[in-house]
Structure formats: structure tokens, C-alpha cells
């Protein structure tokens, strides 16, 4: 697929959902099958549910190729860190399926590198204004450590 102008370069990003790091990935066209994306979803809904399975099934909506482009809906079972991500749609008189199986980041995990930043930017305050502004001042300051 060819890219036509800068504004999809400014605006894209994969068609798929990134919750995470991707583990695994599969897709996979079935010819001649008529069904709904809906009851594909509610079916294995409810068989998640008849098995008692300790996966939460919910829906997520993904942007099928950027910020302004149409969203997908997808089917995501989630278990612990990881999900699964499954995507279905007819295409002319085939249907096409996919699955994304990734983990996602921990909770908070971008607030807590923030945090670890800020506390070194004070610790390196803190070593500046009690030992001074260490650098080089002189020439005979290389060749000490030389």
C-alpha cells in the first residue's frame, strides 16, 4: 500500500491493537462464510462463560489505520497481564480473522518512570549543591587521570 501525502505519515499507526508487547499473531481468510462479526463475538462469549473460564471477555475499539480512520471493533479476553485480542469481518464474500495474544505494560509503569527521572534530576541537585559544580578547570586535570 502505497502512502499518499504526509499527513497519513503524521497520523498513522499499525492497524492492529499495541496494549503491549506482542507475543504472538495470526490471521487467517475463510472462504465463502457468512456470518456476523457480532455473533461470532457473542458465541465466544458465551462459550467462555459455559466453560467458566477465568478470562474477562470485553470489546475494544482500535483505529483501523490512524487517528482519523474508522475503528475495528475487537474481542479481547483478558488474563492477568496478558491479552488476546481477536478481530473478525467479512471481506466481499469471505470472512477474515485475526488474533493478537500480548502483555501488557504493568499498571503505572510510565508514571513510574517519570517518578525515577524526577528523583534523579533531585539527587543530582542535591550532589551539586553539597560537593559544588565538579569539571574541568584547569589543564593538569586531564593529565591526573591520564
Not at 106 to 129: D, H, N, Q, S, T
Request: aromatic share 16%; proline share 6%.
Amino acid at each position: 500500500m502505497e502512502h499518499q501525502g504526509s499527513v497519513h505519515l503524521l497520523f498513522s499507526r499499525p492497524p492492529m491493537p499495541r496494549p503491549g508487547e506482542v507475543v504472538s499473531h495470526w490471521h487467517h481468510f475463510v472462504e465463502d462464510l457468512n456470518t456476523s462479526t457480532l455473533d461470532f463475538y457473542k458465541s465466544v462469549e458465551q462459550t467462555l462463560i459455559a466453560k467458566e473460564s477465568p478470562v474477562r471477555p470485553t470489546r475494544v475499539d482500535w483505529a483501523d489505520r490512524g487517528v482519523l480512520s474508522a475503528k475495528r471493533e475487537y474481542l479481547r479476553a483478558a488474563y492477568g497481564r496478558y491479552s488476546f485480542d481477536i478481530a473478525a469481518f467479512p471481506f466481499g464474500r469471505d470472512f477474515f480473522f485475526s488474533w493478537w495474544l500480548t502483555k501488557r505494560r504493568p499498571e503505572g509503569a510510565l508514571g513510574m518512570g517519570c517518578m525515577a527521572m524526577v528523583r534523579l534530576l533531585i539527587a543530582l541537585a542535591v550532589f551539586v549543591k553539597l560537593f559544588g559544580y565538579i569539571g574541568v578547570r584547569s589543564p593538569n586535570y586531564v593529565a591526573v587521570f591520564l
